[in-house]
Each structure stands twice: as C-alpha cells, then as structure tokens.
C-alpha cells in the first residue's frame, strides 16, 4: 500500500491522477490521510517550505521511502529541488504519464527489498543501532551489496566497523555459486614479500620459494577480497595491482602465464585517500579503480542514540545465558555521558571490561565500572564538540534563538519518550518535569506540526 498526498491545491487533480494510474498497474493506492504511514508519494509544482516539511515528517528524515513527484520538468529546474532529497525524499522526478507508474513501482518495489534485507540475521545480527543516521548507513551497504557488483571503499575512523561491513557485503552479494571473503589486512604486507602474497608465486621464483603458492587474487576468485588499511600500501604496489584490479588478470612471481581472477573488491582505510592522492601519497587512478561506491562510517559519538542498543547486544553475547543484565539508572547515564575515542570497539571493551565485574543478580551498578574510567567528581560535560558544531550550523543558517531552544527541547522529549518506550510517566521524570506538563508540551508542538514522539 503505497498513500500519495499534494502541496497545494493545484497538485490535487495530478494526486488523483497518481492513485488511479497506480491503481490502473496493479498497485494499491489510496490518497493521503493524517493517519497514512509506510511508503509514499508526494505531488507538488515547486519546491516549498511546506514541501520540505511534509517530506521530512512523513519520511521520517529517510526512515520511510517516500518519493516527490513535480508536476512538470520545469518544477525540478532549480537547486531548490536538493532541499527535496535533503529533507528525506528517496528520489525526485517529474511525471509521465506513460512511464510514471512503473518508475514509481520500480522504485518501491526496490526500497521494500531493501528494507526487507535491513531486518535480515546477516544485517541485524551484525550491524547494530536504530539511530537515523546509522539507518541510512545500513540502507546504502544493503542496496550497493546485493544489487551491484562493484569495487566499494569503506572509510571511517578505527573501531567504526569498516570489517563488520566487509563482511555483510560478502554476506548479501547475489553472486551465484559465490565463494569465500579473503581478509589482506595492508599493514602487515613486507613489501620484499608483497608481490607473492598478492599474487602468488612459483616454486623457485626467490630463495626460499620451495613450492609454488597461491596469493590473495587466486583465494578470492570468485569470492570477495577484502583489502584492510588499503591506505598503507606503498605506491609502487599500487601501481602492480592496477591491471588486475581493472582487468581481472595477473601473473604470479616468476611466471609468464597470465591468469584470470574474478572477485569482488572491498577496501577500508581510516585514512582521507583523495588528500593523501593530492600529497602524493597515494595513486590517484588507483583510488577510482577501488572507490566506484564510497561508504563512510560514522563515528559513535555521531550516533550516541546507538550507544544503549550497542552495549545491550554486546551483554548478550557475554553473558553465558545470552541474555543482556538490565542497567542501573546511574550507569546507563554514565555510558551515554562518556566519550568513545575508539568508537564501537572502545565501547565494546568497555562494556566486556564491566561484564567480567558483574556478578551476582540485578542490574549492572557502578561499582561494576572500572576504577580507571570513573569521572572526576566535576562529571562530564555534554556540551561536547558535536553540541557545538549543531549551534553553529544553525547560526550560520540563520536561525534564531528561540527556534534553537524549541528544538532543543522538542529533541529531549522525543529522545526521552522513545527509551522509554512512550511510558510519558517515565520521560517526564528524565526530563525534569511533571507528566501533565510533558502532555501539554507534546500538544502544542503537534497543533504547531512539530511531532515530539509517539
């Protein structure tokens, strides 16, 4: 079930337009009610404020996959349409007629898989975190995965899962008869050795090559290769791996017979590789040939909404039972407060290094954090880096104070009222205030088409 709405009365007739061509191929439509969740469409003639509005609560920020339909080609003609795709609107086109709703069907039929694959055991088991940002993460790895078969460079900081995603993206390739995932990690290549463990070599090619030896190219034929800290490897190595990165055809040490390999390439690198290209540190033909599709992991302090779900999903795999112990109060505000400069693997310790303190029933309390990571009597201040960077994009955007603080405010209440799964009890006492006053506030921001939570 797909709802279609329209901004502004003179897009009525091509929204009922939508809804009939749509049903006329099969699919169901029906116009949009307040009540309409799930995928959508949205008709419009230019590009507005309200538009924007409506394709960022109804997507959900990029949440639902929701598609904005101008009326004619000249309502795309400007850089206002951008704002469109920013607010969340999955794709923006104008209509046809003839092609309309197939591109529409296509185009949901495409999300639903992809949204079916994010609720899969290889994704959900492995890549964890509900936060908006991390969503769309997941959502670009799962469709470049499963419905391309192209070179994909993963960049981020250490500990931001660079492997984990590898790893998936071997997972959902579609590949028939598809074969294993070669790990190469750069950094510990000797580069007198390097040729032969790229590309293998025969018995005799060197001192001390007493049998011949397949290398990574010849393991992951068929498969996928994955090349961690792609970013060290010396530049006279990258130029020798360009032609079978490109062309798929090598020759192992001390032959003549070229060989073909066909594989899948994954590269990570926590390194900026276009910079490193601009200081010559890095081959810039090289960085096209391994970077067709660009992942970029957030860090955790960019999605500390993922912090809870993380440390639950790393205490069930400790504990023998696989069940997560329940967190005190003072040590759930404790892990949220505190700093991660090692990202998921730096939570991931820390909540092992608390897991083998606990003991006995009952929640985890603060004496199972260890000693070396308590704060100072002054605590920790929350007003980190990112507080700031938001401010300052607002100001620089022109916003004013008092928008700045309702903001603010709206963001707490919906934070607090979702970890408490919608108890509105709950979220006031987080929030300093008494529930009646937390009701009156969500009233008046709904009444003002600003939502604060379910």
């Given at each position: 079930?797909?709802?279609?709405?329209?901004?502004?009365?003179?897009?009525?007739?091509?929204?009922?337009?939508?809804?009939?061509?749509?049903?006329?191929?099969?699919?169901?439509?029906e116009?949009?009610?307040?009540?309409?969740?799930?995928?959508?469409?949205?008709?419009?003639?230019?590009?507005?404020p309200?538009?924007?509005?409506?394709?960022r609560?109804?997507?959900?920020?990029?949440?639902?996959?929701l598609?904005?339909?101008?009326?004619?080609?000249?309502?795309?003609?400007?850089?206002?349409?951008?704002?469109?795709?920013?607010?969340?609107?999955?794709?923006a086109?104008?209509?046809?007629?003839?092609t309309?709703?197939?591109?529409?069907?296509?185009?949901?039929?495409?999300?639903?898989?992809?949204?079916?694959?994010?609720?899969s055991?290889?994704?959900?088991e492995?890549?964890?975190?509900?936060?908006?940002?991390?969503?769309?993460?997941?959502?670009?790895?799962?469709?470049?995965?499963?419905?391309?078969?192209?070179p994909?460079?993963?960049?981020?900081?250490?500990?931001?899962?660079?492997?984990?995603?590898?790893?998936?993206?071997?997972?959902?390739?579609?590949?028939?008869?598809?074969?294993?995932?070669?790990?190469?990690?750069?950094?510990?290549?000797?580069p007198?050795?390097?040729?032969?463990?790229?590309f293998g070599?025969?018995?005799?090619?060197?001192t001390?090559?007493?049998?011949?030896?397949e290398?990574?190219?010849?393991?992951?034929?068929?498969?996928t290769?994955?090349?961690?800290?792609?970013?060290?490897?010396?530049?006279?190595?990258?130029?020798?791996?360009?032609?079978?990165?490109?062309?798929?055809?090598?020759?192992?040490?001390?032959?003549?017979?070229?060989r073909?390999?066909?594989?899948?390439?994954?590269?990570?690198?926590?390194k900026?590789?276009l910079a490193?290209?601009a200081?010559?540190?890095?081959?810039?033909?090289?960085?096209?040939?391994i970077?067709?599709?660009?992942?970029d992991?957030?860090?955790?302090?960019?999605?500390?909404?993922d912090?809870?779900?993380?440390?639950?999903?790393?205490?069930?795999?400790?504990?023998?039972?696989?069940?997560a112990?329940?967190?005190?109060g003072?040590?759930?505000?404790f892990?949220?407060?505190?700093d991660y400069?090692g990202n998921?693997?730096?939570?991931?310790?820390?909540?092992t290094r608390?897991?083998?303190?606990h003991?006995?029933?009952?929640?985890m309390t603060?004496?199972?954090?260890?000693?070396?990571?308590?704060?100072?009597?002054?605590?920790?201040?929350?007003?980190d880096?990112?507080?700031?960077?938001?401010?300052?994009?607002?100001?620089?955007?022109?916003?004013?104070l008092k928008?700045?603080t309702?903001?603010?405010?709206?963001?707490?209440?919906?934070?607090?009222?979702?970890?408490?799964?919608g108890n509105?009890?709950?979220?006031s006492?987080?929030?300093?205030?008494?529930?009646?006053?937390?009701?009156?506030?969500?009233?008046?921001?709904?009444r003002?088409?600003?939502?604060t939570g379910?």
């Open positions: 079930m797909a709802w279609v709405a329209s901004v502004g009365r003179p897009t009525h007739a091509l929204r009922d337009e939508i809804v009939a061509a749509l049903r006329a191929h099969g699919l169901r439509a116009r949009s009610t307040t009540t309409s969740h799930g995928p959508g469409i949205v008709a419009f003639d230019e590009v507005t309200e538009l924007c509005r409506l394709v609560e109804r997507s959900g920020r990029g949440l639902e996959c598609i904005a339909v101008a009326s004619s080609p000249g309502a795309l003609g400007d850089d206002a349409v951008w704002q469109v795709l920013d607010a969340g609107a999955a794709d086109f104008a209509w046809d007629p003839e309309g709703p197939n591109a529409v069907a296509e185009r949901l039929d495409r999300r639903r898989r992809i949204d079916a694959l994010m609720q055991p290889e994704v959900r492995e890549l964890v975190g509900e936060s908006p940002g991390w969503r769309a993460v997941l959502r670009q790895v799962v469709e470049i995965a499963r419905f391309t078969d192209a994909v460079l993963v960049t981020g900081e250490s500990g931001t899962g660079k492997e984990l995603i590898a790893r998936v993206i071997h997972d959902l390739d579609a590949r028939p008869r598809k074969r294993e995932l070669v790990v190469l990690d750069c950094t510990t290549i000797v007198s050795l390097s040729g032969s463990e790229f070599h025969e018995r005799g090619a060197f001390g090559a007493d049998t011949p030896r290398g990574a190219f010849a393991l992951a034929d068929g498969g290769l994955f090349l961690d800290e792609v970013g060290e490897l010396p530049l006279t190595l990258q130029a020798e791996l360009l032609r079978v990165v490109q062309e798929g055809t090598y020759k192992r040490v001390g032959s003549n017979t070229w073909e390999t066909r594989f899948r390439l994954v590269c990570a690198t926590n900026d590789l490193e290209a200081a010559e540190r890095f081959r810039r033909d090289f960085y096209y040939r970077a067709a599709w660009r992942i992991l957030p860090t955790l302090r960019e999605r500390r909404d912090v809870v779900p993380l440390t639950k999903f790393f205490l069930r795999r400790l504990r023998p039972n696989g069940e112990c329940e967190l005190d003072p040590v759930l505000d892990l949220l407060r505190r400069p998921v693997r730096d939570l991931r310790h820390l909540v608390m897991s083998h303190r003991v006995g029933p009952g929640p603060l004496g199972d954090i260890p000693e070396d990571e308590r704060p100072h009597a002054g605590g920790v201040d929350w007003r880096d990112g507080f700031e960077r938001s401010i300052r994009t607002a100001l620089m955007l022109g916003t004013g928008e700045i309702s903001a603010a405010a709206e963001t707490a209440i919906r934070i607090a009222i979702g970890e408490e799964g509105l009890q709950r979220a006492s987080r929030l300093g205030v008494t529930a009646r006053a937390l009701q009156l506030r969500r009233a008046a921001a709904q003002d088409g600003h939502p379910n």
